[in-house]
């Protein structure tokens, strides 16, 4: 499945985005979803992550309250709308799809066979 990730940009600190990832060749609703994130020397770690059924989510303590993953199937779109932005979000944000359905939510990247492009987002202070 080939993701497009879109919505990143220049943010001031309070401020909010919307990143969107369409999938296309296969439905993306048999297994989980993810937004990770990696910063500058950083590892890439996960932000958030979805359910096939979207009815299970995870997020990050550091985005708890923030940010808000979802998905739409009939569109074959997965979210992440995020409030309340702080320069400590700063980073290039992938989505990710695993390819399989699993009990529970994988939450390492080696679980999610298909990335997405990334998309930047920067929040000044």
């Known amino acids: 499945v080939q993701l497009q990730a879109s919505g990143g940009g220049l943010v001031q600190t309070g401020g909010s985005l919307r990143l969107s990832c369409a999938a296309s060749?296969?439905?993306?609703?048999?297994?989980?979803m993810g937004w990770f994130r990696q910063a500058p020397g950083k590892e890439r770690d996960i932000v958030a992550a979805i359910s096939w059924s979207g009815g299970s989510t995870y997020y990050a303590d550091s985005v708890k309250g923030r940010f808000t993953i979802s998905r739409d199937s009939a569109k074959n779109t997965v979210y992440l709308q995020m409030n309340s932005l702080k320069p400590e979000d700063t980073a290039v944000y992938y989505c990710?799809?695993?390819?399989?359905?699993?009990?529970?939510?994988?939450?390492?990247?080696?679980?999610?066979?298909?990335w997405g492009q990334g998309t930047q987002v920067t929040v000044s202070s």
């Open positions: 060749g296969r439905t993306i609703s048999t297994g989980a």
């Open positions: 990710a799809a695993d390819a399989v359905s699993r009990i529970g939510l994988p939450l390492k990247a080696i679980y999610y066979a298909d």
